[in-house]
């Protein structure tokens, strides 16, 4: 006796158009959500990146600053100020000259301290040291000087400009 099976192929249902329309709204979904997340990840990138290039643009734009009253600021201290979008320093020194300088370290951006018991511009966040008269990088890991800016005293504040 001999028996024969006969296999028949498997027989999937139809797609109903409902089944075609949720996996297609799926993968919609799905690339919204990746596009969300590039986005999500790549604009802080992108601002990082971009923030040095817009204060470069926009701090060439400004090219003298008035301090009014400025010229009462007592010897040995300083003013903190902004020269267009980047924080300045004008530096009252104890023989009476002013010096105005730059307060970005020029190793990773950070806002700098005058301290005149020291004699010193600081950056406390890598320990870079510039020169409180002209800027110069003393110590530290800064490559470049601050930049120095004219200053000019009159009567009614200080006049600080590009040098």
């Known amino acids: 006796m001999s028996s ?6 498997l027989k999937t ?16 979904a799905a690339g919204a959500a990746g596009l969300c997340y590039v986005g999500a ?10 923030s040095p290039m817009e204060m470069a643009s926009s701090a060439t734009a400004i090219t ?8 009462k600021l007592a010897s040995g201290s300083v003013l903190m ?15 009476g000259t002013w ?17 005149p018991q020291m004699n010193r511009i600081h950056c406390a966040c890598h320990g870079g040291v510039y ?13 470049k000087p601050l930049k120095l800016f004219k200053v000019a005293v009159n009567d009614s504040g200080v006049l600080v400009s590009r040098a």
């Not at 249902?13 to 919609?28: D, H, N, Q, S, Y």
């Not at 003298?64 to 010229?71: R, S």
């Not at 100020?81 to 023989?95: C, Q, R, W």
């Open 99 to 115: 010096v105005a300088l730059t307060a970005v370290c020029t190793h990773l951006g950070c806002t700098v301290q005058y301290e």
């Open 13 to 28: 249902p139809p797609e109903t158009p409902g089944e075609k329309a949720t996996r297609r709204g799926f993968l919609v």
């Open 64 to 71: 003298e600053v008035t301090l009014k009253d400025a010229q």
């Open 41 to 50: 990840l790549g604009y802080p990138v992108y601002r990082y990146l971009a």
């Open 131 to 143: 020169d409180p008269r002209t800027g110069a990088n003393v110590s530290g890991p800064p490559p």
């Open 4 to 9: 024969h099976i006969v296999l028949e192929p």
């Open 81 to 95: 100020f902004k020269f267009g979008t980047a924080p300045a320093m004008l530096i009252h020194h104890l023989d």
